[in-house]
């Protein structure tokens, strides 16, 4: 390990070839910087990491240099507080704000704005400028993000990140000299799903978050806790603010392994939903009249006991609920007769990804893994929309094989300006085979646009290129088969392969296919990695506890074996056809539904019990990867709202004539779940368990600074209240507590004396952008338990276009089509409107033009979409946006029929897609 001496002090640094910034944060020191970000690396544009170094012990004159562009070597001598170096530093501070506002006070960046603290940092105290400063005219950038030019010291980091991280193009600096502008070219809603990063990237008040404005709160006085993302099946670490009983906002929580230091746009602002008017707040009863009335939980229990024993239940569970929801559940009706609330086809794919991922031939991939693969296979799925922080990880995953070539020009690779211009375009493969384009095909070497069968055709034809002993696909065309074998190839000589698949288009057989390629690379010698994509955030977990389908709910039901539905945080016309979920709860004698909002499964129920959110209950998920994670309650909610599991614990207590639920906390049924469920052993280890203490004391949920605290309960009672116990975690709903570093599950804020901004998390790592110390929250509970890896049979049939009928594949959007996010205001502003995506050869035979109103007939319905052209997608196929109001509940892939007005229905010409 080489050593430096800083201030004349030898510390040793883990490499060579970082650069002296990262290494001196990395041991504790203290140097102001600006442009450099950990994620970003260097750019050399802002000058604020000057130090001086020296050529040798004798050298006391030395050389100002700056810090994030000069590396580390062997005995090499700087010094940090030397007076030269200082006032270098002052100085451009001193500079940087002759344009800054004075409005410190006003600014939403206030009390955690890296300016601040680099300039107190510096010493700056004094502004002797006494001219205009300069000014900007500021844009409306959309619902999301809030501009505030005038803020701006020109550190390069917005465009970089939106650019070159995000793959943005609408974002760009204009000007020169000192009117350099960052913004678009005219007003307009940012195009990126991660320009919501840009509030965190940006080390002033620039880019601000526009949702929290209107219920501003300093950050010192939000209630904070880490929590987890509900928005996908990735698991993205957050942390969700409070204060008065509303959710402010969600900021990202550091883990190296999953989303690093970015969340989707998705992620941190779907939200909203939590603090919705119409949330339910206490239990509903409803009458023999049909009525529906409020009534006490005591009230409500006393009808669930005497409904309980009147016959048997069947319960659906959620991928949206926690594990201990879905385990209370399945304890509250027996193994057998509880059901996963997914639709058949939703279930068999949960199914296959289960059994991949335990069985199959290699670990599941983290996001991190992602981002390091130097060769990639897409295989149907649009990740970008499905799982959008995926998508930036493969954004970062195309330059691995290519930083050989800054590598071989001597160029450091944390001199990421120079390294983007030594590799041009010449990133590593990235194939994406997809129905339709996709966002990141920009970054793509190829793309591949058939039906899902087809793709898998091309996946198991890569399999065999790969490995001769796999089956290959019958009827191959020469395209198909000459790509296959340019896959195949760069996995082979790639060092850190992956195949990438999920529930995205609907198919088994892709998931098969992808399954069978990272097999065939371990036969030909190669380690590589599978990522499956997942729907929703306990996805994973749900399937772990190997439920069944709605279609065995509804045979239960009719056969008379049960007369009580219990349905568990899920809308079940979000699942199935509304026809088909009429008929599944008018089967039921008693329906019972818990959730957080009104849905139409809600209204038809028998008894509602108010469901807590992520934010106000503590539990865990388990992510794509098969990593348990622990999210901890946010805040107390009004009103008669509790977890779930909580509810279902004391319905189970009520049937049986307990004198109380069989679990008092969060421990207790983490505990009953484990020993009832092998695979989730290690999901009592996610977190210390409530009792744990710091030297005495919880780890509060308020800073040292959390002002009002009696104020907040000042219209209830002029007296503070005792704050409120929590059972589940060992946190406090107060600010007293201990206040040092906790373990890493417990991290609420990244704080640190001198540091309030987000760049702190560099005092919490170990490393700069390495994990937390003590290690990253959350543990994978999937490890594969076979040493031969799982491998399906080649047995896919060429997709042929049917006369009269289309193939309808799932299109989904990152803002619209997932459930929480929608009830979001300022997502929901940001979903497109539906429309039936056609291919231009279909439109001609069809006579289509843009915007013309179609027919769409799929299960004994028609529904009227506008058409939209769609260059890339093959004959024979439409596209159907799923999850968007008005289209929930489609099972697709399906064969429909497309109904022009006034015309008789007409299909595509017979013949084979891939011609």
């Known amino acids: 390990m080489p050593t430096i001496y800083v201030d004349g002090r030898p510390h040793e640094v883990p490499e060579e070839g970082r650069n002296l910034l990262d290494a001196c944060l990395s041991l504790g020191f203290d ?9 970003m690396h260097s750019a050399g544009a802002c000058r604020q990491c000057a130090i001086k170094v020296f050529a040798t012990a004798d050298d006391s004159r030395g050389r100002i240099v700056m810090a994030c562009m000069t590396p580390v070597t062997d005995g090499v001598r700087l010094s940090i507080d030397d007076p030269e170096a200082v006032a270098f530093r002052a100085s451009v501070i001193e500079w940087l704000m002759v344009g800054h506002p004075h409005d410190c006070p006003v600014c939403d960046e206030g009390g955690e704005c890296h300016l601040q603290d680099m300039t107190v940092m510096t010493g700056h105290a004094y502004r002797r400028h006494r001219f205009p400063k300069r000014t900007h005219r500021n844009q409306d950038l959309g619902p999301l993000v809030n501009h505030e030019m005038n803020r701006c010291i020109q550190c390069y980091r917005c465009v970089r990140f939106y650019q070159e ?12 000299h000192d009117h350099v502008y960052f913004g678009r070219h005219e007003d307009g809603v940012l195009e990126s799903p991660f320009a919501g990063n840009l509030t965190e990237v940006c080390p002033t008040g620039v880019f601000t978050d526009k949702t929290l404005k209107p219920h501003y709160t300093r950050p010192w006085d939000l209630q904070t806790s880490p929590s987890v993302c509900v928005h996908c099946g990735l698991g993205c670490n957050t942390l969700p603010g409070e204060r008065y009983g509303v959710l402010r906002r969600i900021r990202n929580r550091f883990n190296a392994h999953v989303n690093g230091f970015f969340l989707c746009d998705r992620g941190r602002y779907g939200h909203q939903f939590v603090n919705r008017e119409d949330r339910l707040r206490e239990p509903l009863l409803r009458e023999a009249n049909g009525r529906v009335r409020p009534a006490s939980p005591e009230e409500a229990l006393e009808r669930l006991r005497f409904i309980l ?3 048997a239940a069947v319960g659906i569970g959620s991928p949206r609920a926690s594990m201990e929801t879905n385990f209370a559940l399945r304890e509250l009706v027996g193994a057998d007769a509880f059901h996963d609330g997914l639709s058949q086809r939703d279930h068999e794919l949960m199914a296959t990804i289960r059994t991949v991922l335990l069985q199959g031939p290699g670990r599941s991939a983290s996001v991190q893994d992602v981002a390091r693969a130097d060769a990639v296979l897409i295989l149907g799925e649009d990740v970008q929309n499905t799982a959008p922080l995926l998508a930036l990880a493969l954004r970062q995953a195309v330059f691995q094989q290519a930083l050989g070539i800054a590598q071989r020009l001597n160029i450091h690779k944390y001199l990421d300006s120079a390294v983007r211009e030594a590799i041009q375009q010449d990133t590593g493969p990235l194939f994406i085979a997809t129905p339709d384009e996709t966002p990141i095909d920009d970054a793509a070497t190829a793309t591949y646009r058939r039906a899902p069968d087809d793709i898998a055709r091309l996946g198991l034809a890569v399999a065999h290129r790969l490995d001769p002993e796999a089956s290959a696909p019958e009827l191959l065309d020469p395209s198909t088969d000459r790509l296959a074998q340019e896959i195949a190839e760069a996995l082979r000589t790639a060092e850190r392969p992956l195949v990438v698949c999920g529930h995205g288009c609907g198919s088994t057989a892709v998931i098969e296919a992808a399954t069978n390629v990272v097999c065939a690379l371990e036969a030909a010698g190669k380690a590589g990695s599978l990522s499956c994509s997942v729907p929703e955030c306990n996805s994973m977990g749900l399937a772990l506890m190997d439920g069944r389908g709605l279609a065995a709910a509804e045979q239960a039901l009719r056969s008379g074996r049960a007369s009580v539905l219990i349905v ?25 539904v818990l959730d957080s909002l009104p849905t139409r499964t809600t209204e038809r129920a028998s008894v509602v019990l108010p469901a807590a959110t992520f934010a106000e209950c503590s539990g865990t998920l388990v992510n794509a990867e098969g990593r348990g994670q622990r999210f901890i309650q946010t805040f107390v909610p009004e009103g008669q709202v509790q977890a779930s599991w909580r509810w279902l614990g004391r319905m189970l207590a009520a049937r049986d004539g307990l004198g109380a639920p069989p679990w008092a906390n969060l421990d207790e049924i983490l505990g009953a779940l484990a020993g009832e469920l092998p695979v989730c052993g290690g999901i009592r280890n996610l977190a210390p368990p409530a009792s744990y203490r710091l030297h005495g004391q919880r780890v509060p949920r308020r800073s040292h600074r959390f002002s009002g605290q009696t104020a907040i309960h000042a219209h209830e009672d002029v007296r503070e209240p005792d704050p409120p116990d929590d059972p589940d975690s060992p946190m406090s709903f107060s600010m007293e507590g201990y206040h040092g570093q906790p373990p890493s599950p417990l991290i609420a804020r990244f704080r640190a004396p001198g540091w309030n901004s987000v760049q702190s998390v560099t005092k919490f790592s170990r490393g700069v952008a390495g ?13 594969p338990e076979r040493e031969h890896s799982l491998c399906y049979a080649a047995a896919v049939p060429p997709f042929e276009p049917q006369p009269g009928r289309w193939l309808a594949v799932p299109a989904h959007h990152v803002f619209g089509s997932e459930e929480l996010s929608a009830g979001s205001p300022s997502v929901a502003a940001l979903a497109p409107p539906p429309s039936l995506g056609v291919s231009p050869a279909d439109a001609e035979t069809m006579q289509l033009e843009e915007g013309q109103e179609l027919g769409l007939s799929l299960e004994r319905e028609v529904r009227s979409l506008p058409v939209r052209l769609r260059p890339q997608l093959p004959r024979g196929v439409v596209t159907v946006p799923v999850g968007l109001p008005g289209l929930e509940g489609l099972d697709l892939p399906a064969w429909v029929t497309l109904i022009v007005p006034g015309l008789p229905h007409r299909g595509p010409r017979s013949r084979h897609a891939d011609a």
């Open 165 to 176: 991280l995000a793959g943005g193009r609408d974002l760009d600096v204009l000007g020169w």
């Open 771 to 783: 994990p937390l110390q003590g290690g990253d929250p959350g543990r994978r509970l999937i490890e």
């Open 31 to 39: 140097i102001p910087y600006f442009c450099w970000h950990p994620a």
């Open 568 to 592: 568990a945080e899920n809308d079940l016309f979000r699942r199935m056809g509304a026809e088909a979920a009429e008929a599944l709860l008018a089967r039921a004698e008693h329906v019972i």
């Open 309 to 311: 024993r009147t016959g």
